[in-house]
């Protein structure tokens, strides 16, 4: 993949998870539940990306930018006010699709990467737009 390709998608990736984020990080509450959420989530994250970051060379920078918006939206995830199983799982599923581009880019070729990328990402945007859509139905039932 040239270089210019990759780092459209990459931008693209970025809009999305910082939108993500955006929605997300408003509606964050801090219990026992999404606190170890966002424990395991950030720790996984930190060793993927040194990981990752360790073969980008001049990649380094927007790779860096990259792991930073989806450990921001995998927070805002982990931490969403409403536990949504939906929504953590989609975040998951976001975050393996990201980390898959960066570790069959970077580090070694993954046998099937861009079906196992595609399928990860493409279930995680369905979870992550139906578990909002779903939980902003339940809070309009609930004050109706």
């Known amino acids: 993949m040239e270089l210019g390709v990759f780092l459209a998608g990459v931008s693209a990736f970025l809009v999305a998870q910082l939108t993500y984020a955006w929605v997300f990080i408003p509606r964050r509450s801090f219990n ?39 450990t921001l939206m995998g927070l805002g995830a982990a931490l969403h006010a409403r536990p949504s199983a939906m929504i953590f799982v989609g975040a998951v599923l976001f975050i393996t699709s990201d980390s898959l581009i960066g570790i069959n880019r970077f580090v ?30 339940a809070q309009k039932t609930k004050r109706s």
């Open 108 to 137: 070694h070729p993954v046998e099937n990467a861009r079906e196992w990328i595609m399928v990860t990402y493409y279930l995680a945007q369905f979870l992550l737009v139906y578990g909002v859509i779903f939980h902003q139905g």
């Open 32 to 70: 026992t539940r999404s606190l170890i959420q966002a424990a395991v989530l950030v720790s996984t994250l930190i060793l993927i990306s040194g990981y990752v970051l360790a073969h980008t060379g001049d990649m380094k920078i927007p790779v860096a930018i990259d792991m930073a918006a989806i």
